[in-house]
């Protein structure tokens, strides 16, 4: 492999010469110059996409454990009295005329008595750490783009996740619980963002969609662990469940810290090229040759070098860059409503849980599939729009009343699920593409937080139909449906080139523009 001088010369050489603001037609992009340093896609580059990506795991496990912590368990009549039966309300019932079909600490709602409590109480958990999710997201959301980078990010979040997890098992009522629950929201905040963007800037723009996948792929193996190991410590304490997915979460943030490598895009953004260029070798084929062509980003590294939400001040400043962040965060809500609540109403089916929560997460499976094999062929803008379409449909006939239809329910439902974890893959894929380098970490990130944000009410809404009838199936269709109609507004980015500064995205904004104008005209 040769010398890496000649490398930095050529990027020291753009400082000293007159150079007009880089244009993809005119200058290769960072994206190009990358691809030819490292190839268009290698073994080294998968390992380090497969091991970032394997931080899904834990982040699904830790975002739906409640669905069986937190579950409802089932009861049984110990006496023969008339007015108790499957189908009363056990607060109106004696205390001695019924009891738990298994020991109170499978739970926190039987260990704690929660059976009576209101659905504020008993929906807090998950709220709270849906909570925290969009809390930490807010706070943390640009660390990734200034400061600590994304492999620091995805080492800190995954950390601290894991503990925080593994301190919940120590919880004596609901309120220390709940309060860990916030606390392990915070800190998992960016760590799909930063894993899905470190993979992505691992690899050029040709295998950025499958490779971005890879990271959807790996939080379904995380989801559909979860009743795997929730049925095997079925008649154990509901704190062996965090103990089972704490643990490895600590061991594999060592694994990140040591062997992953920090994106070379990120570094050079930042003026960080010795570095750049290290990563750039340890990650090429043995073989492949290396060239650098001169690319402008100066002026941007020295944007981006202020306090930590400069990112967000340049979102926000920019009229196109707001618009789309607003646009693409009203649809995240809505799939977030549906994504989130979806598998924590499981339990108000009359279904088995554990076979409604596995299918749940086998769906996921072929979704994934799904974006990886067509992604390069999907139109982004159009997809987004029917797969929310879809989702809001049968999720309002998940809804309908009748013996027909209580049979059909599991199936509408997983349609729906389906649809809303496709709509998931393809609006954050698309949000990475409508962003350059300098703030599109920030800008996933917040649209990730909008998407936690219709999770925050999705757990009060499912104890809400458990206790007093409402249907939170035709709320969560009704939302992802009227906010997946936003996607019309939005540039379509397929194909397209991947941007590093503001000055290259506004330019292909305005040339867009442009072109309308004169088809117009």
């Not at 039966?85 to 600490?105: E, G, R, T, V």
């Not at 739970?107 to 969009?134: D, M, Q, R, V, Y």
């Not at 979040?157 to 098992?169: A, I, K, P, Q, R």
């Not at 035709?474 to 997946?484: E, K, S």
Request: with cysteine; aromatic share 12%.
């Amino acid at each position: 492999m040769a010398d890496s001088t000649p490398l930095l010369y050529q990027l020291n050489s753009v400082k000293s010469e007159s150079i007009p603001p880089p244009l993809e037609k005119h200058h290769p992009s960072l994206d190009s110059t990358i691809e030819r340093c490292i190839g268009d896609f290698g073994w080294a580059q998968f390992l380090q996409a497969l091991l970032v990506s394997s931080a899904w795991i834990f982040d699904a496990q830790q975002t739906f454990i409640t669905v069986f912590t937190d579950a409802h368990p089932a009861w049984h009549c110990t006496s023969n009295q008339l007015d108790c039966n499957s189908a009363s309300n056990i607060c109106n019932l004696q205390k001695n005329s019924w009891a738990w079909n298994f020991p109170a600490y499978t739970s926190i709602i039987s260990e704690w008595n929660l059976e009576c409590a209101t659905s504020i109480i008993t929906g807090l958990p998950a709220s709270s750490f849906f909570l925290g999710c969009l809390v930490g997201g807010l706070v943390l959301a640009t660390l990734a783009d200034s400061s600590l980078g994304r492999k620091n990010m995805l080492f800190l979040s995954c950390l601290t996740m894991s503990l925080s997890s593994f301190l919940t098992v120590f919880s004596t009522n609901i309120w220390v619980y709940s309060a860990l629950k916030l606390v392990c929201g915070f800190c998992r905040a960016t760590i799909g963002t930063s894993a899905l963007v470190l993979t992505i800037e691992l690899v050029g723009k040709r295998w950025r969609g499958q490779v971005g996948v890879i990271g959807f792929f790996c939080f379904t193996i995380g989801f559909l662990s979860l009743p795997a190991i929730a049925y095997l410590n079925r008649l154990s304490s509901w704190r062996s469940l965090y103990l089972w997915t704490s643990i490895p979460g600590i061991l594999y943030s060592l694994l990140v810290h040591f062997i992953v490598r920090e994106s070379p895009r990120w570094l050079l953004v930042r003026g960080r090229k010795e570095e750049a260029v290290a990563t750039l070798k340890s990650i090429a084929p043995p073989n492949h040759s290396w060239s650098f062509s001169e690319v402008s980003f100066e002026q941007e590294m020295s944007n981006n070098n202020g306090n930590v939400y400069s990112t967000i001040k340049m979102l926000v400043q920019k009229r196109w860059a707001f618009r789309r962040l607003l646009l693409v965060m009203v649809i995240g809500f809505g799939i977030g409503m549906v994504y989130y609540g979806m598998p924590l109403g499981l339990g108000n089916l009359s279904f088995n849980l554990y076979l409604s929560v596995t299918l749940n997460a086998l769906s996921e499976i072929p979704s994934s599939m799904f974006t990886i094999l067509l992604i390069g062929k999907l139109n982004r803008k159009l997809s987004v729009l029917a797969f929310t379409t879809l989702s809001g449909i049968f999720s309002i006939m998940c809804a309908l009343k009748g013996e027909v239809w209580t049979r059909l329910q599991i199936g509408l439902e997983l349609v729906s699920f389906f649809s809303a974890c496709t709509a998931f893959s393809i609006l954050l894929i698309f949000t990475i593409e409508l962003f350059p380098t300098c703030v599109r970490n920030s800008a996933t990130s917040l649209v990730r937080q909008a998407i936690v944000f219709g999770g925050v009410f999705s757990p009060m809404l499912v104890t809400a139909e458990r206790r007093d009838g409402i249907s939170s199936y035709v709320v969560f269709g009704l939302v992802i449906g009227c906010c997946g109609l936003f996607a019309v507004c939005l540039p379509e980015t397929r194909g397209r080139t991947l941007f590093d500064t503001m000055d290259e995205e506004e330019h292909k904004e305005k040339a867009a523009c442009n072109g309308v104008g004169d088809v117009l005209a």
